[in-house]
C-alpha cells in the first residue's frame, strides 16, 4: 500500500529489523484479510482488518530507529505509541468514519496487550481479536523458520509460569526471569488464539513441530504435549 510504503520509506531499510517489520507488516495484513474472509465479512470490515493488519506495528520503525530495541520495557509501549500515529498521522489520509477510525485505533493500541481492554465494545472486539491472531501467527512462523526466537534455555520454569500455561492461559511478563522462560511464554500465545482459522493455520504449517526441534530439549517436552492436545496433532 502506497501510504504504507510512504511512511516507512523515510527510515533505513539497511537496518535488518527494519526490513524485518515491514515484511512481518504485509504478511499480518493478509492473514488478517484471510480471517476476516472466513469470518464471513463484508468488503468494507475485510478493508479495515487489512489497514489494521498493515499498520498494527507501525512504531515498531520509530522504535527500532530510535531505541534499537523491539523490547517495550526499554522503550514504549508499541502498541500504544503506534495507535496515536495511526490516529495523527495516518487516519486522515484514509477515507474513514469517526467509527471506523476508532476501531483501527483501539486494535492497534491493543493488539499487543496481554488482555483486550475493557473499553472496546462487541464490534471494535473482533477487529481486535483478527490483529491480534495474525500477528501471533505470524511470530510463530517467525520463530519456525529461525528469523527470531525468544529466548536461549538457560534455567528452570518457575512454578507461576508452568501453572499459568498449563491452565491454558497468557504469560505476563512479569512472571518471566530467564530464556527458558521467554520460550515457554511464547508457547502460550496459543492460548490466545480467537478463531478456528487461525490455529487451522498454525496446525497445518505445523510451525510448533518445527520450533520444538529447533528449542530441542526435554524441559519443554510437557508443553508442547498439552499444544499438540489442543491442536489435534497425532
Known sequence: MKLFDDYTKQFDFSNEKIELKYH????????????AKNLKMNER???????????????????????????????????DV??????????NQLDLSEEERIII???????????????????????????????????????ATNAS???????????DCHRIFMNKQSISHEYVTNGTEKNVAALASLWDINFPISKQVIKEKKYF????KMLNHEIYNKYFKLIYEDLEVE
Not at 499487543?112 to 475493557?118: D, S
Open 24 to 35: 512481518h507488516s504485509y504478511r499480518v495484513q493478509k492473514l488478517c484479510e484471510m480471517i
Open 209 to 212: 513441530q518445527q520450533i520444538e
Open 82 to 91: 503506534g495507535a496515536d500515529i495511526f490516529n495523527n498521522e495516518i487516519a
Open 45 to 79: 470490515d475485510l478493508y479495515l482488518a487489512s489497514i489494521t493488519g498493515l499498520f498494527h506495528d507501525i512504531a515498531r520503525f520509530r522504535q527500532i530507529t530510535e531505541y534499537h530495541t523491539f523490547l517495550d520495557s526499554q522503550s514504549f509501549d508499541h502498541g
Open 105 to 143: 485505533y483501539k486494535a492497534i493500541k491493543y493488539h499487543n496487550k496481554l488482555a483486550i481492554g475493557n473499553d472496546v465494545n462487541d464490534r471494535e472486539l473482533i477487529f481486535c481479536q483478527i490483529v491480534r491472531d495474525a500477528d501471533k501467527v505470524d511470530i510463530l512462523y517467525l520463530f
Open 149 to 159: 526466537l525468544p529466548g536461549k534455555t538457560d534455567g528452570e520454569v518457575n512454578s
